[in-house]
């Protein structure tokens, strides 16, 4: 039930762009994408619903194909402040429900 | 607008002993999640409270537990501490229930 995360870990260099996706085998209502930086919190970046809206962060873009229950999150010109943990967690009710299973994250470094 | 918070910051417990952490949700959130993480587990999903109910049960065993008051701040606690459950455990709180914000964790550890 836990989607699946890929890749596992990409480095950049600043600038360069990178897509991380995210994979379930189970029907979706929303996909849910976090940033985590070690010792810190998760930060919230973005949420696609099943319909098309989303709402999150201007300078992070993501898309979301209900039918292939697919996610990916697209990072343009990288900067070092990217670097992180990225999570997708989904949420599989009719509705949001408030439990969200996270995939094992993916790890991103960006180098000067 | 204040964040989300969660009290203690860092837990040193002993195997066998009980503990409770508390989590106090964005202003005007009702919903309150917690989560556990470890290295090797990931993010995983404990419960998730909404108007003093808990709505959404993940698969932990029943010496986990959790209770949300009036005023939307919650509390979990787990008895009968063991070495596995150390972790960084993860409250988000939701208005409900769209994008979650997480609050900085509570680091336990047993010892």
């Known amino acids: 039930q836990q989607p699946v995360q890929s890749p596992q870990a990409v480095i950049l260099r600043e600038g360069e762009d990178a897509v991380i996706n995210c994979s379930s085998s189970?029907?979706?209502?929303?996909v849910h994408w976090y940033r985590q930086k070690h010792g810190e919190a998760p930060v919230f970046l973005m949420i696609?619903?099943?319909?098309?809206e989303q709402k999150g962060h201007e300078k992070i873009s993501a898309s979301f194909n209900e039918k292939k229950q697919q996610s990916s999150l697209y990072l343009t010109a990288s900067q070092l402040s990217y670097s992180g943990t990225y999570f997708c967690?989904?949420?599989?009710?009719?509705?949001?429900?408030?439990?969200?299973?996270f995939g094992q994250g993916t790890t991103l470094q960006v180098k000067p | 607008k204040a964040g989300v918070t969660q009290t203690p910051r860092y837990l040193i417990k002993t195997r066998g002993q009980q503990v409770t952490l508390s989590c106090s949700p964005i202003?005007?959130?009702?919903?309150v999640s917690w989560y556990q993480q470890t290295p090797g587990q990931g993010l995983q999903f404990l419960f998730e409270?909404?108007?003093?109910?808990?709505?959404n049960k993940g698969n932990f065993p029943g010496r986990f537990s959790g209770r949300q008051f009036s005023n939307s701040r919650s509390e979990m606690n787990v008895s009968t501490l063991e070495l596995g459950d150390s972790a960084l455990y993860l409250c988000?709180?939701?208005?409900?229930?769209?994008?979650?914000?997480f609050g900085p964790g509570t680091r336990l550890t047993v010892l």
């Open positions: 988000a709180s939701s208005i409900p229930y769209n994008e979650q914000f």
């Open positions: 189970k029907a979706l209502y929303s």
């Open positions: 696609l619903l099943k319909g098309g």
């Open positions: 967690g989904t949420d599989h009710g009719s509705s949001n429900t408030g439990k969200l299973i």
């Open positions: 202003s005007g959130h009702r919903s």
């Open positions: 409270y909404f108007s003093e109910t808990q709505r």
